[in-house]
């Protein structure tokens, strides 16, 4: 964002308004009576964004700058104030009754009720509702004045404190609804220097959140190679006009937790002051995707396990050909009741129930998060499950469902992987570099103990120069879809949005199988709290073969 055309921009609404009030005849009224008609047509028309005196004290600001320097470890709560500022695992500072006048919040919050567009921000990484930049809401007198009030008092006290050179502020309103959250980042782009977060939360009785409503901005301390770790380390509950601001840089991981509470929604004006670039951080940052290890399969002699395991259905001429047919067009299939019945319920009954069974959660907290099975620890079923989707029987079974060289004198080096996944609550994997298929690839995903929005898998085309051709699937058309907003780390979709390949739902005993090309790249959406878990945990097989 150019901080002089949005500067431009406000100076334009001005100028409006002022072509208004002539056009109204106000301008030969006293100034009181003009605000009092306004009032009775459209509600207040001005609003107290002064600072609380402690915030434009000189000889505070010393005192705080003197803590923001220290060398100190120890957080810092100032008694008078309410300001604190915590120091591990990054300095972050909280500064409570931000504005003098805590009438300007229910303002504030009526505006963003009543005029704000909000657009539904939906990815891998997050499910919320934002707004368009400040700068850019004409109609919304308001909170454009907050802009200014950030870029003329708060801006260059923010400088003063962290000596750092700020240019200019980008900001827009957040509302988080029930079910709603942002998974782990670090704010680290471009020229991003502070990052901050106002809240609103005018209602009596809640203007302060507890943990059971969710909603609190959770901070991760990181370890040696930066990279984020679990358990959440810090939450900071949203309070009605706190002012929460912290330096970004590489260690900065924060999130938003789930909101839980179907009361309130969670309202913010949050962004970033922005300043010189994050090039180098960025370059420095490592961004770890541990690699599936492919293998080679396994020979079987006699050739069994298909006709003890499998639904006879899927192993008739007929059906192959049609399952390949399917294939070809669509380059995905959804084999219903794959396993014999028995087989399902007890491999099914074993992974519920075993507790031989070694599960270990995935990290690092910005990448993933959910379990998966030590194959070493399988049981019976399971095992026999495990040797199929391994075995050169299966090889061949794919091969007549796909017509891929993944078995036959074709057959160069087929190889595969697989991975036995448990999914519950707050379970998640984001896009990244390792979700990238850096081949055409065979996905195979089967569930267990399905319920419907949780572990469902979205295949998506994030690059339409990126993706390979031939067969599988990729994108066809290239949707340019720019926002206005200085929003997050990628792009929202809609449903209807082109980048969107695939879209997988889970259901017990259905095989899915999706041949992907080249640049193709997926993620399983966040299990919210509102999904019913009551049977326990989802599972999911996840093999993928090449040849
Ligand atoms: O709302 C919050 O508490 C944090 C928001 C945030 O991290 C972001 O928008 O990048
Ligand atoms: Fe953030």
């Known amino acids: 964002m150019d901080t002089s055309k949005s500067e431009e921009k406000l100076l334009e609404h001005n100028k409006e308004d002022a072509a208004e009030d002539v056009a109204n005849g106000h301008l030969s009224e006293p100034p009181q009576a003009k605000i009092l008609k306004r009032q009775e047509k459209n509600g207040p028309q001005t609003i107290d964004l002064s600072l609380s005196n402690c915030y434009t004290s000189e000889e505070y600001a010393l005192q705080l700058q003197k803590q923001w320097f220290s060398e100190q470890s120890k957080d810092y709560k100032d008694e008078t104030t309410g300001v604190e500022l915590y120091t591990n695992p990054f300095q972050i500072c909280l ?21 704000v567009h909000w657009s539904r921000k939906q990815m891998d ?14 109609e919304c007198k308001f909170l454009a004045n907050f802009l200014q009030m950030l870029r003329r008092s708060v801006r260059p006290w923010l400088e003063k404190l962290t000596n750092l050179k700020l240019d200019y502020v980008s900001a827009s309103c957040s509302m988080y609804t029930c079910g709603d959250y942002l998974l782990v980042h670090d704010d680290l782009l471009k020229d991003r220097q502070i990052a901050f977060i106002y ?49 970004v840089g590489s260690k900065s991981f924060h999130q938003v937790g789930e909101v839980t509470t179907f009361d309130y929604p969670r309202l913010t004006i949050n962004g970033w002051f922005h300043g010189a670039s994050n090039e180098d951080l960025i370059a420095d940052a490592i961004r770890p995707f541990a690699k599936l290890q492919f293998k080679p399969p396994i020979s079987v002699n006699p050739q069994s396990s298909v006709d003890l395991l499998l639904n006879e259905v899927y192993l008739k001429p007929t059906t192959k050909r049609s399952i390949q047919k399917r294939i070809e067009d669509n380059s995905e299939i959804c084999l219903y009741e794959f396993f014999r019945r028995e087989i399902f319920e007890e491999a099914l009954k074993e992974l519920l129930n075993d507790d031989k069974l070694k599960w270990s959660r995935q ?17 019976k079923t399971l095992t026999q499950i495990i040797e199929l989707f391994s075995n050169t029987e299966m090889f061949s079974l794919l091969r007549d469902y796909t017509d891929l060289d993944l078995s036959g004198p074709n057959a160069a080096n087929p190889q595969f992987t697989l991975e036995i996944q448990r999914w519950s609550h707050g379970d998640y994997t984001v896009l990244g570099d390792g979700a990238i298929c850096e081949d055409n690839t065979l996905d195979l995903i089967y569930y267990l103990n399905a319920s419907e929005g949780a572990a ?34 990628g792009e929202g979709f809609d449903d209807d949005d082109e980048s969107v390949l695939l879209t997988i739902t889970p259901v017990d005993n259905a095989l899915n199988i999706v041949y992907r090309c080249e640049g193709t790249t997926k993620f399983t959406k966040y299990v919210s709290r509102n999904t019913p878990l009551e049977n326990g945990p989802v599972f999911v097989i996840s093999c993928s073969y090449k040849e």
């Open 95 to 115: 500064l409570p009754n931000m504005l003098n006048n805590t009438d300007s919040c229910k303002l504030l919050v009526d505006e963003m009720v009543k005029k």
């Open 125 to 138: 990484l997050y499910e919320f509702y934002q707004s368009t930049d400040l700068s850019n809401m004409i």
């Open 199 to 247: 809240y609103l939360s005018p209602w009596e009785e809640n203007e302060l959140w507890n943990q059971e409503q969710g909603g609190c901005l959770e901070i991760f301390a990181s370890d040696d190679k930066c990279l984020p770790r679990f358990p959440v380390q810090r939450k900071i509950s949203p309070k009605n006009n706190q002012f929460a601001f912290f330096k």
């Open 363 to 379: 990290g690092p907290a910005n990448v993933q998060n959910f379990e998966v099975l030590d194959l070493k620890t399988a049981t």
């Open 456 to 489: 469902i898998i979205t295949y998506l085309s994030p690059d339409t120069e990126q993706a390979g051709t031939g067969q599988g699937l990729k994108q066809t058309g290239g949707g340019d879809d720019v926002s206005d907003t200085d929003s997050l780390e």
